[in-house]
């Protein structure tokens, strides 16, 4: 992975956990947070849609299944919060 990749990589990472934070939680987490919130939850997205034999397809359609993800991760997390 060459620099330019690793940055477009965190920055869609970063916009993905910020968008998920707003859809969760009304705010973003910050950029570190956002960005790790983005990857796990791409990755959570990624995972659960393969299970469920559903493809993605291109740039938009990797972004709305990581957006996917990080809210669930983030709908987990609160629950596990909660308990």
């Given amino acids: 992975m060459d620099i330019i990749?690793?940055?477009?990589?965190?920055?869609?990472?970063?916009?993905?956990?910020?968008?998920?934070?707003?859809?969760?939680?009304?705010?973003g987490f910050g950029?570190?947070?956002?960005?790790?919130?983005g990857v796990v939850g791409s990755v959570l997205g990624g995972f659960l849609f393969g299970l469920l034999g559903i493809t993605t397809g291109g740039l938009l359609g990797s972004i709305v299944m990581a957006i996917i993800g990080a809210v669930i991760l983030l709908y987990l997390?609160?629950?596990?919060?909660?308990?």
């Fill in 31 to 37: 950029l570190l947070g956002n960005i790790v919130v």
């Fill in 5 to 27: 990749s690793l940055i477009i990589f965190l920055v869609i990472g970063a916009l993905v956990g910020w968008l998920a934070g707003n859809i969760v939680k009304g705010k």
């Fill in 77 to 83: 997390i609160s629950l596990v919060k909660k308990g």
